[in-house]
């Protein structure tokens, strides 16, 4: 918000030098008609067409919109003038203009319909620059534009600004035993300018008659010309390909060189020349190949790396037309060739120059080669392109000397931490102590395995539940709690101690490796594959101090669970669950009209999940569940749905885990998802987790499972039953504080950033096990490390639950680091001027990113409670922005609008203007040009 208010004053005051210090809505009426209607044709006004009156009040109105993509587009138009629009004191007054305007009409012979035009175009000229010349040029150019508007009426086209003619006409086509006709577009220069005063409508006719019979017999001739061509045998494209490209020949079309559809150009480079991508310019395509390159000949350095070779957009229509041979992939040889010689004369040159600066010392060729592969492996990985840069190649060299010196006390140091962290269960030493028993509770969703593995904890005497997520640990305590059993909770921004109290329900990342219990569940434990996550699965499967270790989930997890319990050396027990309820799949896809109540719609985006909950406001009570809601909004959600005080849920796949709603039926609004880095098909297993939560045992007697296209419920149908590959290592793991200290303390440094970096890459352990995927806590730590702070704080910070995407929350965090650098209190301030509700989506993302500024404020306020001193004042804004976004859920109009006129656009609409003002735009644009 800050940003737009700053290019919002930026483009103020730009307009106030353009105006000689007025605002816009002064300025604007001194800006002349035509470029008024030019500038409404930039933005696709639909007042293009109106009077300089109403489009000074179109441009007004567009301008207190406030969308900083028109101001700045009307800023740039009006600098681009080269002129400003001062207020003229001397300009006279209008009725003196328009008496001398007459006084000069008087002179010269005119209609009346004349004097008005002319009244106009003179309205905004100041007095001294209305001349008998300028009006007499004028008239000129009203009476050729008379004539010219008569002739586009009578031969149906269009005169363009050159004095070219454009109409168009009907081709008959015939190749291949089928007729067909084509409208093209066609031009000629009937007359030149000067012409039109002096010669009459007929002549001026008969001119532009010829002209037209001269240009359709020409394309004529080219038309026969290509058919002659194309109905030739041809190595590139079949009959119907030849005879689809025919038929979407473009209306103004080169028939020298005929466009190939851009799925048929793509599948003969694709398939036939292995082409990785293309990029579109003007006049040419790039083509872009993949290649891969061993360094110093070592089957174990292999590089890949992209080269490009431009190829004319003319010449590969024709050639391939013609059925002429391309010689790509002989210019790409030809291409690589000169790469690589280059390329391996660099590293040879780097590896002579490096072998003789080591000279004396036992470095073998291998060495040198094994130093400069690391790093120029990096380098071109990052860019795809066969060099060593240039900052690489110093990097190089400025390091070699010390890589020498401390190689050999670089391997001891290394090879010590490897032998230190490689056996990972035994950095658990409580828990090899304990001689755990495994239980592994498998089977789908509403199978009953979870509250099975509750009621265990409960019998035991102290016990530990893990929960993937906050408002599931919540549950488990308040599970716990209506047991009559004392429980604490513990999760990164709340923790409610009972000193009293034997068992504790705790989010997974929270657990305590030092508590010793009888029974812990550890919940989802499929979750072990997640990328980002899965590593707190691993530690706590290997890692919990529980003499039984309950375990729930999926069936794809049975393999993964079997495999960590043979490597542990530990029983496993596996109990199988069936669904209590039968899950039915829907025959045809389910109209949002007909929606039956305890429905759950499952879109995969907070976009699609508010436009869906807009759509369905005016027929249904509408609850609404996504990833960026707080828990306590979703909670809330849930039990407005859970209780009947709306009908319908709608909500991404945040309902897949562990919330229980009283769903009948679960319909599909998308088959596909974004999965952070692509978008992608659902998985089965993410297709049967979701469609598990229909059918609420004892609740319903059966769920139903649908969806609202038939093309996603094709797609539900065919992956629903399709089975799930099964998980397997390696299994990442994290390292803990003590693990960060150790490879502090050998590779001698306070770097949090150096320190995981080097985990990362360097660490190998013993069974299936690899480094844990902390990109996320590697960006925190490059930031961390920009302050003056102990190892241990930093270590905290980099795990705190920090949205690097968010511009906002990000100068938050900052702001933070800069007060425990400084040792100084840090306080929590209420959010000021909220309206009654979020009057905009983007308004209700704000109060979002304000509650996880909230969670984030009380997340550090549990680790550094001496400096984040504010937490009431943070729960106090949790509750006061958590109400808004409940009562902007469940008043407030979030759907896209269209940007012209305002109206709802459809949940999945791919443009930001309906196809009614799209049409109309069209409609103007054509009105202007004639």
């Known amino acids: 918000m800050a940003k ?26 001194r800006v002349p008609l035509d470029n008024l209607i030019e500038m409404a044709m930039i933005l696709s006004l639909k007042e ?235 006049d040419s395509f790039r083509l872009f190949k993949k290649f891969e390159k061993e360094l110093f000949k070592n089957p174990e350095w292999k590089v890949r790396y992209k080269l490009l070779l431009e190829v004319q957009m003319r010449w590969l229509y024709q050639a391939i037309w013609e059925n002429e041979h391309l010689p790509i992939d002989e210019d790409f040889e030809m291409r690589r060739n000169e790469v690589e010689a280059q390329f391996d004369a660099e590293l040879i040159a780097l590896k002579d120059a490096l072998l003789s600066e080591a000279e004396g010392l036992e470095m073998r060729d291998e060495q040198v080669e094994t130093i400069i592969a690391n790093s120029v492996i990096d380098a071109i990985s990052q860019k795809e392109v066969l060099e060593i840069p240039y900052k690489t190649l110093k990097r190089i060299n400025r390091h070699f000397a010390r890589q020498i010196e401390g190689l050999k006390l670089k391997k001891q140091r290394e090879e010590l931490l490897a032998r230190t962290i490689r056996d990972f269960k035994n950095l658990f030493p409580l828990a090899r102590e304990m001689g755990r028993k495994l239980i592994f509770h498998v089977g789908p969703t509403n199978s009953g395995k979870t509250y099975a593995a509750m009621e265990k904890l409960k019998e035991a005497d102290t016990g530990y539940y893990l929960a993937p997520l906050r408002l599931l640990a919540l549950e488990g305590y308040e599970t716990l709690k209506n047991s009559g059993l004392e429980a604490s909770l513990i999760t990164g921004e709340e923790q409610i101690i009972d000193e009293e109290a034997a068992h504790i329900s ?62 542990l050396d530990e029983e496993l027990e596996v109990v199988r669950f069936e669904r209590k309820s039968p899950l039915i799949l829907n025959s045809n896809s389910t109209s949002l009209k007909k929606l039956e109540p305890s429905t759950a719609i499952v879109a995969f985006s907070r976009r699609d999940v508010l436009a869906l909950k807009e759509q369905l406001s005016g027929r249904y009570d509408v609850s609404v569940v996504y990833g960026n809601l707080s828990p306590e909004v979703r909670r809330e959600e849930a039990r407005r749905f859970r209780e009947g005080e709306s009908q319908i849920l709608v909500a991404t796949d945040a309902i897949a885990m562990g919330l229980n709603l009283p769903i009948r039926t679960i319909l599909f609004a998308r088959d596909s998802k974004f999965d952070g880095q692509s978008r992608r098909l659902l998985t089965p297993s993410e297709i049967r987790q979701i469609a598990g939560r229909a059918g609420r045992y004892g609740l319903h007697e059966e769920g139903f499972v649908g969806a609202l296209t038939g093309p996603v419920l094709n797609t539900i149908t065919e992956l629903i039953d399709e089975p799930s590959p099964s998980i397997r290592g390696p299994y990442r793991v994290m390292a803990n504080f003590d693990h960060i200290d150790l490879i502090a303390k050998i590779i001698e440094t306070q770097s949090l950033s150096e320190i ?73 301030n209420l959010p000021e001027h ?11 993302f704000e109060a979002e990113e304000m509650v996880k500024e909230v969670s984030l404020y009380l997340w550090l306020s549990y680790r550094f409670s001496n400096f984040f001193i504010d937490t009431e004042n943070a729960l106090e804004a949790r509750k006061i922005l958590n109400d808004f976004i409940e009562r902007s859920l469940r008043q407030g109009v979030f759907a896209r609008a269209c940007k012209r006129c305002g109206k709802p656009l459809p949940p999945n609409f791919k443009f930001g203007i309906c196809q009614e003002c799209y049409r109309g735009g069209r409609q103007i644009r054509r009105y202007i040009k004639k």
């Open 506 to 567: 705790s989010t997974i990342e929270m657990v305590n490796f030092q508590v010793d219990v009888d029974v812990c569940v550890i919940d989802e434990v499929q979750m072990i594959a997640d990328p980002d996550r899965g590593w707190a699965w691993a530690n706590a499967i290997i890692g919990i101090p529980a003499h039984t270790v309950i375990m729930t989930g999926s069936e794809d997890a049975l393999e993964a669970v079997q495999e960590l319990a043979e490597w």
């Open 48 to 282: 293009q067409h109106l009077t300089k009156a109403d489009l000074v009040k179109a441009f007004r109105r567009v301008w207190s919109n406030g969308d900083t993509a028109d101001r700045a587009l009307i800023t740039e138009y009006l600098k681009s003038l080269d002129t400003t629009f001062k207020v003229d004191k001397t300009v006279s007054s209008q009725e003196a203009r328009l008496e001398k305007i007459d006084e000069i009409l008087s002179t010269i012979d005119h209609t009346p319909g004349e004097a008005v035009a002319i009244r106009e175009l003179f309205e905004d000229v100041k007095l001294k620059k209305i001349t008998p010349k300028r009006i007499q040029k004028s008239l000129m150019k009203l009476r050729n534009a008379k004539k010219r508007n008569s002739l586009e009426e009578k031969f149906d086209g269009a005169f363009d600004d050159d004095g070219n003619f454009h109409f168009f006409h009907s081709f008959a086509f015939k190749i291949f035993d089928e007729q067909f006709h084509k409208i093209l577009e066609l031009s000629c220069r009937p007359f030149e300018e000067e012409e039109i005063l002096t010669l009459d409508e007929e002549e001026l006719g008969k001119r532009l008659e010829s002209c037209k019979e001269s240009a359709i017999r020409k394309r004529e001739e080219e038309i026969k010309q290509f058919l002659e061509i194309a109905s030739k045998p041809n190595r590139y494209l079949d009959i119907d390909q030849k005879l689809k490209a025919i038929k979407r020949i473009p209306e103004n079309c080169d028939f020298a060189f005929v466009p190939i559809p851009s799925e048929y150009l793509h599948e003969i480079l694709f398939n036939q020349f292995e082409i990785k991508d293309i990029e579109v310019l003007s």
């Open 834 to 844: 909220l309206p009654q509700v979020a009057q905009t989506s983007d308004m209700l």
């Open 4 to 29: 737009k208010k700053k290019k919002l004053i930026k483009y103020n005051q730009t307009i106030r030098k353009i105006f000689g210090g007025e605002g816009f809505d002064e300025g604007i009426t």
């Open 756 to 828: 995981l970096g080097f985990f990362v890459k360097h660490m190998q352990f013993d069974g299936p096990f690899i480094a844990a995927n902390i990109e996320n806590m590697l960006e925190i730590a490059k930031m961390v490390d920009l302050y003056n702070l102990d190892l241990k704080t930093k270590y905290h910070l980099a795990c705190a639950p920090l949205s690097l995407g968010s511009p906002y929350l990000e100068s938050v965090f900052h702001r933070y680091l800069i007060s425990l650098e400084r040792q100084e209190p840090i306080p929590f």
